[in-house]
């Protein structure tokens, strides 16, 4: 009996720890930090995807027209953005879930400022400021080619143990 309750408490405590575990990662691998005004859970600061392709700036995007992707909620400021996006959403979510395209490239997830971009072969990166976005910018390629590397390896690790 008591050998039957071990199991049980070790079962439960493993499941406990595999979910939280998981919640956390699938957390981590999307960029869902709050702009100031703007609630929790949004992409992209809440800016609208399809605008940083078809803009000469990107625009935020509307309570009005949202998708579901990867945990997160996109806005887009109209319905034919929102239907674009639609037709292939891991096509138009930004690089590396939405952190920083520099950052990744050191092994890092850091927060970026959504007016901080380039989109390089219809992918949209993004950096942390205009001052690493400049710095990215003078290498690009190189910084693509190690981000992807890296980010296999931290995709899914919680931003505290990288």
């Known amino acids: 009996m008591k050998s039957l309750l071990n199991s049980s408490l070790i ?15 699938a957390a981590d691998e999307v960029n869902l930090a709050a702009a100031k005004g703007q609630p929790t859970g949004l992409a992209v600061q809440g ?77 949209l990166y993004q950096n942390f400021n205009k001052r690493i976005q400049k710095k990215w910018a003078k290498k690009t390629e190189e910084y693509i080619n190690k981000a992807e590397i890296n980010w296999a390896e931290i995709e899914t690790v919680a931003i505290d143990d990288l």
């Open 11 to 25: 079962a439960t405590a493993l499941a406990f720890g595999t979910l939280t575990t998981t919640s956390a990662f």
């Open 47 to 123: 800016y609208d995807v399809i605008s940083y392709r078809t803009n000469d700036k990107p625009v935020v995007g509307s309570a009005d027209f949202t998708a579901e992707f990867e945990g997160a909620t996109y806005r887009f400021a109209n319905q034919a953005n929102l239907d674009t996006f639609n037709t292939d959403p891991a096509r138009y979510a930004p690089a590396y879930g939405g952190f920083c395209a520099y950052g990744v490239s050191k092994g890092k997830k850091f927060e970026v400022d959504p007016t901080a971009y380039k989109v390089v072969d219809d992918v």
